[in-house]
């Protein structure tokens, strides 16, 4: 696969993912046209409400991309303005720049071809690793989710809980997994499964074992699944400073993105 149908694989499943469990929730709103998509979670976090899949052209959609940001900004809500390797980059930027907004680092897109590679990687024995199925697993997944983030966002654990059966559905293509040791959870992971791709997007481990591997363990087990699922391409995005690790595991980078909020 080239760099082209890797990248188009990757926003897709980015775009899809962004708005799946949204849509299971009440109050939530999607908006979504060829060139536009606004994901409004009904939350104040800047980690659920999202535009992107952008290919207007601010010359002449001005009037769009302002109406864009002040539906949140109306509300006195956070949210992020994705700029993707083929949605925005270089032409949507100093027009979001203009209306005040920043992104501190672009960040890595990395692409691993599942195809013939054997996933390298040791799972630690004493790690047990599951998919999260059930009320109680999504609970503690949320939990573990907006304690590690940073800032804190406690409505990731709304979210999370508003959305729960979406998320645990047979035939979600959202996938959470929980990692424990000794009956108690200790990292979690959730992916997203699309367009023939597992996309990778929030990853978290309570702060007792970090440094154990434990959240790479996740993503090796759930790169081994994918492959055994027949699917051909992993996606994830990472700062400079976590290239190298993801480098190690057979990643490669194909492209970079932005978060403007």
């Not at 899809?16 to 908006?31: C, F, H, W």
């Not at 406690?154 to 929980?178: C, G, N, Q, W």
């Not at 367009?195 to 997007?201: E, K, N, V």
């Not at 702060?207 to 992993?234: D, F, P, S």
């Amino acid at each position: 696969m080239d760099r082209t149908a890797i990248l188009k694989a990757f926003e897709a499943n980015v775009w899809d993912r962004a708005a799946y469990l949204t849509r299971g929730r009440k109050g939530a709103e999607i908006v979504e046209t060829p060139d536009l998509l606004i994901v409004d979670s009904g939350l104040p976090s800047a980690n659920l409400n999202m535009i992107g899949k952008s290919s207007l052209n601010p010359r002449f959609a001005a009037d769009r991309v302002e109406a864009a940001v002040k539906r949140f900004r109306a509300k006195e809500f956070p949210f992020t303005w994705i700029i993707g390797p083929l949605s925005g980059h270089g032409s949507m930027e100093p027009a979001l720049k203009d209306l005040g907004l920043s992104t501190p680092e672009d960040e890595w897109v990395m692409a691993m071809s599942l195809d013939s590679v054997n996933v390298p990687g040791i799972i630690p024995p004493n790690l047990e690793i599951k998919r999260v199925a059930s009320v109680p697993a999504v609970e503690q997944f949320a939990a573990v989710m907006a304690a590690a983030s940073t800032p804190a966002d406690p409505h990731l654990k709304t979210f999370y809980l508003d959305v729960k059966d979406a998320a645990i559905a047979p035939t979600s293509p959202e996938r959470i997994y929980a990692a424990s040791v000794g009956g108690e959870t200790v990292a979690v992971l959730e992916a997203f499964s699309a367009h023939g791709i597992i996309g990778f997007y929030a990853m978290a481990s309570v702060a007792a074992v970090r440094g154990k591997g434990y959240a790479a363990a996740l993503i090796i087990n759930a790169l081994r699944e994918a492959k055994k699922a027949g699917l051909r391409l992993a996606s994830l995005t990472t700062v400079e400073a976590g290239r190298a690790l993801y480098e190690r595991i057979g990643f490669k980078p194909v492209g970079r993105i932005a978060s403007y909020r």
